[in-house]
């Protein structure tokens, strides 16, 4: 079955810098790529969604890369602020059918003021 | 706000015991999916209903049930409780059943098995 891992479980950074978060999966590469936000106790909110043809894609301070040769998507944020501490997730949608979205277990990002 | 409500937020009961969840999606959503969060698994899906037809099924227990109603809310039913069932219940809704975007979360409900 699907893998799919978040190479950290927690992230400590300084504010000011750029926030690097990694998703890796094994076997076939998905159709979709999404990554959420998670704030405790809440539930996760979209950020940004990477198709299988798309290298990059950016929304404000967000980017997201996705390379299917690696198997990898990295999800950048930069300038972080305090406000951007949470946990991040990916989350992956494949083209077999009626399959859900599936998600790692999430990267809890702390930045530092 | 997501516009997805769930209810309750909170839950505290014993084991052996039955409970319901229930989950109104977004306006216009037709697709509406539940998932369960504990700390050590992450989200799991457990099953998604399309116009009020089960979509996709996960690793959703036999002791555990699902439906989506006409005027497209949805209940998960969760009987012969455990501990192990301890965890956050999350309904998301989606416009499609076919899932191209993202899927929009309600704020979960908490049951607490004791």
């Known amino acids: 079955s699907q893998k799919i891992e978040q190479n950290s479980e927690a992230l400590n950074i300084q504010e000011g810098k750029t926030a690097t978060l990694t998703c890796n999966y094994t076997?076939?590469?998905?159709?979709?790529l999404q990554w959420y936000r998670q704030d405790p106790g809440r539930g996760p909110v979209f950020l940004l969604l990477i198709r299988e043809n798309e290298k990059e894609k950016r929304k404000e301070r967000l980017k997201v890369t996705f390379d299917t040769t690696l198997k990898q998507s990295l999800f950048h944020i930069t300038a972080s602020q305090p406000a951007d501490s949470a946990t991040y997730l990916c989350a992956l949608l494949y083209n077999s059918g009626n399959t859900p979205l599936v998600f790692g277990k999430g990267t809890r990002l702390s930045v530092i003021a | 706000d997501s516009g997805v409500t769930q209810t309750p937020k909170h839950l505290i009961t014993a084991t052996g015991q039955r409970v319901t969840l229930r989950c109104s999606p977004r306006s216009g959503d037709l697709s509406v999916y539940w998932y369960q969060q504990s700390l050590d698994q992450g989200l799991q899906f457990l099953i998604q209903y399309y116009n009020g037809e089960e979509r996709a099924k996960g690793n959703i227990l036999e002791r555990f049930s699902a439906q989506q109603f006409p005027d497209l809310h949805s209940e998960l039913n969760l009987s012969s409780l455990e501990l192990g069932d301890s965890a956050l219940y999350f309904c998301a809704s989606a416009e499609g059943g076919g899932l191209t975007g993202e899927l929009f979360f309600g704020e979960g409900s908490r049951l607490t098995v004791l």
């Open positions: 076997n076939y590469s998905p159709a979709y």
